[in-house]
């Protein structure tokens, strides 16, 4: 079982940076793929990034390539999404998930066994 808890969501103004970090519980965090999506109101939940358990290998959506930075800390048993040059399309209540099937990364949320509450990203324009 894994709990992960995210932090760092706010409101920024366009152009801005922000840092999310989801702290995960449990002893084997460094077996899992890790990866951020996203849930805009009124919109299917979107995958943003992924990162595999060695962290050796990133993935983004189009979306956010050259603008947002996944990277993990197994020491920390912590995943990261830097985010910067936010647009307001990027507002979204933000999640981080977990795969111990797909511990070489995914983009589709079925893949992903546990998820966070989430974190709201607000940018203002």
């Known amino acids: 079982q894994v709990q992960l808890v995210e932090s760092g969501g706010g409101l920024v103004q366009a152009g801005g940076s922000l840092r999310l970090s989801c702290a995960a519980s449990?002893?084997?965090?460094?077996?899992?793929?890790m990866g951020w999506f996203r849930q805009a109101p009124g919109k299917e939940r979107e995958f943003v990034a992924a990162?595999?358990?060695?962290?050796?290998?990133?993935y983004y959506a189009d979306s956010v390539k050259g603008r947002l930075t996944i990277s993990r800390d197994n020491a920390k048993n912590t995943v990261y999404l830097q985010m910067n040059s936010l647009k307001p399309e990027d507002t979204a209540v933000y999640y981080c998930?977990?795969?111990?099937?797909?511990?070489?990364?995914?983009?589709?949320?079925?893949?992903?066994?546990?998820w966070g509450q989430g974190t709201q990203v607000t940018v203002s324009s």
């Open positions: 998930a977990a795969s111990q099937r797909y511990s070489g990364g995914s983009s589709y949320r079925g893949n992903y066994d546990y």
């Open positions: 449990g002893r084997t965090f460094s077996s899992y793929a």
């Open positions: 990162i595999i358990w060695s962290g050796d290998n990133t």
